[in-house]
């Protein structure tokens, strides 16, 4: 059994898998005072869900855009399963080809997303993050990727606009009934959720002008993925909110068997 780790600004997830089939998983808020005692307590709950045990994790996976919290987490693999996790990096065997001019700088959260999408559906495809921000992520035939944008996420936009305004509350992330809000929080909900469909709609359009993205798949995650597209349904082909760790796993084996 693979343990994957997937270290998010806001959330944690861990995911467990035997072969390619996730058996069990678990989000948590991401929390920098947690100590790796109380991270192992969680991972161990995880797999009672399952009536496993650490006996049965044979290796452990990570990918971070928080380093304030791996050595923590890896000191947590370290005392629970006796080695140290496979720290995905632009470094680490992912089955595409980065072609960034800044590689180290490249958050490990979209390499994973872009290397299970590829994996998992093939290329030219783009992938949408709707996470604390919003990755664009372009990958062609070959698998290679070549840029992308990075915008702020939903709620870091909602949360921007009510901490920034004296008056405006904070509202549910629902789809509104119509464009046209006819109170505040109506009126708020139109330019947040449909403004933000706006933005992937015309990105996605844009992108896939370009002769590497001609017939290019959309493939979404993270948490609000659902809500835009019901708002715009013709805009994502795939929805998959186990992208991450199903890549985490993916890349595990990938390096596991090179090896």
């Known amino acids: 059994m693979i343990l994957a780790i997937d270290i998010g600004n806001t959330n944690i997830k861990f995911g467990t898998f035997k072969g390619e089939e996730m058996v069990a998983t678990r989000r948590v ?10 991270y192992g307590s969680i991972v161990q ?3 009672k869900m399952t009536d496993s045990t650490i006996k049965d994790i044979e290796g452990v996976v990570m990918s971070s855009v928080v380093p304030a919290l791996n050595y923590t987490m890896e000191h947590m693999c370290e005392y629970y399963f ?12 992912t089955g595409i080809t980065i072609d960034y001019d800044t590689p180290a700088t490249l958050g490990t959260d979209r390499i994973v997303g872009m290397a299970s999408a590829y994996h998992f559906y093939g290329g030219p495809l783009i992938t949408i993050d709707f996470g604390t921000a919003t990755t664009f992520n372009l990958i062609d035939k070959g698998g290679r990727f070549f840029g992308g944008a990075i915008a702020p996420g939903v709620k870091t ?3 921007a606009l009510v901490n920034k305004t004296a008056k ?8 509104p009934d119509s464009i046209v809000g006819k109170d505040t929080r109506s009126a708020m909900q139109a330019g947040i959720i449909c403004g933000y469909a706006g ?4 990105m996605v359009d844009r992108y ?15 948490g609000l993925s659902e809500l835009i597209s019901q708002v715009e349904g013709d805009i994502v082909d795939v929805t998959d909110r186990a992208l991450a760790l199903k890549g985490l796993n ?9 090896n």
């Open 45 to 47: 709950e995880l797999l």
């Open 208 to 222: 896939k002008s370009l002769p590497e993205m001609k017939g290019a798949k959309v493939v979404a995650t993270g």
């Open 250 to 258: 993916f890349i595990y084996h990938l390096n596991k068997d090179k």
């Open 82 to 93: 006796g080695e140290k996790p496979l720290v995905v990096s632009h470094k680490v065997n």
């Open 199 to 202: 933005l992937v709609k015309y």
């Open 168 to 175: 405006l509350p904070h509202i549910e992330l629902i789809k």
């Open 29 to 38: 808020s991401t929390e920098r005072r947690c100590t790796a005692d109380e």
């Open 157 to 159: 936009g909602a949360e």
